[in-house]
């Protein structure tokens, strides 16, 4: 069946990096586009990155352009959320989501999450 | 602060019908029929429920529908039943190519 798992989450200081990773298995994960959505504790969902099939186009949410970076590895079927300059405000459970298309389409299958906690 | 608007609870009794509305602009939820529907429950991985305005994802009871009408989308459930508690947030794909969720609204039943 189809698979997401997040991994990389933890603990960090403001103004630390940190790189989440998410695991994909059961479908060929080369043909779907992917996500990053995230939620913060007692807040609703937050979109905050895709990328398409191939990698060529990438979007990012406005509230986090520039200190996040989505990648992918087709070869590995994993994708990748490269945080840097982290701030209280990114402490989140961090979801790992397959898109239902190729390019931007509806959240079909979610992770179980990555807690990030920024904090001192 | 969320681009769309969605009450912040809804309540009803076993077996009534309950709808969930959300309203944007004419940059998201008037733009196309890219707006979905996701059901998350504590502790839980959100689930897709509706998709591209009313379309159910296999295994998504049919007492769940979606529709549109101009900026507002709607979410009906029908035939409440106590595993209906949760979250409901709608989402909307954007002129800008991001994504806008709603603020979500917490689904009760009595």
């Known amino acids: 069946q189809v698979q997401l798992v997040e991994s990389g989450g933890g603990v960090v200081q403001p103004g630390r990096s940190l790189r989440l990773s998410c695991a994909a298995s059961?479908?060929?994960?080369?043909?779907?586009?992917m996500h990053w959505v995230r939620q913060a504790p007692g807040k609703g969902l937050d979109w905050v990155a895709f990328?398409?099939?191939?990698?060529?186009?990438?979007y990012y949410g406005e509230s986090i352009r520039g200190r996040f970076t989505i990648s992918r590895d087709n070869s590995e079927n994993t994708v990748h959320l490269q945080v840097i300059s982290l701030r209280p405000e990114d402490t989140a459970i961090y979801y790992c989501?397959?898109?239902?298309?190729?390019?931007?389409?509806?959240?079909?299958?979610w992770g179980l999450g990555a807690m990030v906690t920024v904090s001192s | 602060q969320s681009a769309l608007t969605q009450p912040a609870s809804v309540s009803g009794s076993p077996g009534q019908s309950i709808t969930i509305s959300c309203t944007g602009t004419?940059?998201?939820?008037?733009?196309?029929?890219?707006v979905s529907w996701y059901q998350h429950r504590p502790g839980k991985a959100p689930r897709l429920m509706i998709y591209?305005?009313?379309n159910r994802p296999s295994g998504v009871s049919n007492r769940f529908s979606g529709s549109k009408s101009g900026n507002t989308a709607s979410l009906t459930i029908s035939g409440l039943q106590a595993e209906d508690e949760a979250d409901y947030y709608c989402?909307?794909?954007?002129?800008?190519?991001?994504?806008?969720f709603g603020p979500g609204t917490k689904v009760s039943v009595l």
């Open positions: 990328i398409s099939y191939d990698g060529t186009n990438k």
């Open positions: 989402c909307s794909y954007t002129t800008t190519n991001t994504y806008v």
């Open positions: 004419s940059s998201d939820l008037g733009h196309d029929d890219t």
């Open positions: 591209d305005v009313n």
């Open positions: 059961g479908f060929t994960f080369s043909n779907y586009a």
């Open positions: 989501v397959k898109d239902d298309n190729s390019g931007p389409g509806a959240f079909e299958i």
